[in-house]
């Protein structure tokens, strides 16, 4: 049954902007789906998060591996589940970490980015959601914004080795974070896959965040 995700050029901006601030929070209409609380992931918890620190057991966190003393992730359970997730439901709602509020699985439907295949419940709910577009010009976003992440899976080669995100919600995150380079290229800049390639180095060379 198809779910209703927004209007398209509404959301682009939107996630623009959560991605270039690194602390907003995309207001995504989930329903009762918990489909990412339930996918075997881990979840960052900032130092900064006291107050949900103080929410989850001590035993249930752990040092974050690469970055510095403070940082900690949150596991699953065998079942693949978020210890905090209780009948269904974030038991932790109101002081659930940065990374829960920032994740948002719209960003697949909009990229054409798969789900990674371990995730069927996260993918099942993507090929469910459906952008609304208000005119021509935000059909053309979204296929400039298909366009940015095709770039990315196909051109590899173009990049030096370990530049380029692995993990598809990463992957999809940077074709947003990108998309303004293929918009001007669209608009009649049309520039060759290698200087893509150097305009997108620049741009991870500034800070960004990523979502879980
Ligand atoms: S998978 Fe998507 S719709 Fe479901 S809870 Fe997570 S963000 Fe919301
Ligand atoms: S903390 Fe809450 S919102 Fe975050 S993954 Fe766990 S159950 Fe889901």
């Known amino acids: 049954m198809p ?12 996630a623009e902007a959560s991605l270039q601030s690194g602390t907003g929070a995309t207001a995504v209409p989930c329903g009762a789906c918990t489909a990412c ?12 998060e006291t107050q949900t620190i ?8 752990f040092d974050a591996p ?4 403070g940082h900690l992730v949150m596991g699953y359970n065998d079942k693949g589940h978020c210890p905090m997730l209780v009948d269904n439901k974030c038991s932790i709602y109101e002081y659930r970490p940065q990374t829960c509020r ?15 295949r371990d995730q069927p ?28 992440a095709a770039f990315l899976q196909n051109n590899g080669h173009l990049f030096p080795p370990g530049t380029l995100p692995t993990r598809p919600a990463q992957l999809a995150a940077l074709a947003v974070r990108i998309y303004g380079i293929f ?9 060759p896959g290698a200087e893509l390639a150097r305009d997108i180095l620049i741009a991870l060379n500034e800070p960004q965040t990523f979502s879980k």
Request: glycine share 4%; net charge negative.
């Open 121 to 148: 419940d996260i993918a099942h709910r993507v090929n469910a959601w459906m952008f609304s577009y208000e005119s021509e010009e935000s059909r053309r976003e979204h296929n400039t914004l298909k366009d940015a």
């Open 66 to 69: 690469g970055l510095p003393k």
């Open 54 to 61: 103080q929410q989850i057991p001590r035993a249930l966190l």
């Open 183 to 191: 918009a001007a290229s669209s608009n009649g800049a049309t520039k």
């Open 3 to 14: 779910e209703p995700a927004g209007d398209f050029s509404e959301w682009l901006s939107d």
């Open 102 to 116: 920032s994740y948002d699985c719209r960003v697949f439907a909009a990229t054409g980015v798969p789900v990674d």
């Open 37 to 48: 609380c339930r996918s075997s992931m881990f979840v960052h918890i900032n130092p900064e």
